[in-house]
Nanobody, 126 residues
Framework: QVQLVESGGGLVQAGGSLRLSCAAS????????MGWFRQAPGKERESVAT????????YYADSVRGRFTVSRANGENTVYLQMNSLKPEDTAVYYC???????????????????WGQGTQVTVSS
């Protein structure tokens, strides 16, 4: 079992920045790929960014590419999502999730993930 806890969400003005963290505990010796997803009210949960266990492979949704950066510190069992130039349409609950090694395409799918955090709210005001 792996437990995931997100933090770092909050209220920010458009153009601002936030850094989300996802701390893992439990069976962290396994080499999990990690993903960040978000879900806005009335919308489906969508993939935002993914990162392989080594950190050597990353993926970004078109809507965030160039503004968001995913990274990980395996020694600290933590994954980060640096979000810059935030827009009101980035408002959502953001979730991190852990998956066994998968292809980059597979990591964009919700059903590839075994473990999920509880989410952290990000609100961007205009």
């Amino acid at each position: 079992q792996v437990q995931l806890v997100e933090s770092g969400g909050g209220l920010v003005q458009a153009g601002g920045s936030l850094r989300l963290s996802c701390a893992a505990s439990g069976r962290t010796s396994s080499r999990y790929a990690m993903g960040w997803f978000r879900q806005a009210p009335g919308k489906e949960r969508e993939s935002v960014a993914t990162i392989s266990w080594s950190g050597g492979s990353t993926y970004y949704a078109d809507s965030v590419r160039g503004r968001f950066t995913v990274s990980r510190a395996n020694g600290e069992n933590t994954v980060y999502l640096q979000m810059n130039s935030l827009k009101p349409e980035d408002t959502a609950v953001y979730y991190c999730a852990a998956a066994p090694p998968r292809s980059p395409v597979a990591l964009t799918r919700l059903n590839s993930y075994d473990y999920w955090g509880q989410g952290t709210q990000v609100t961007v005001s205009s």
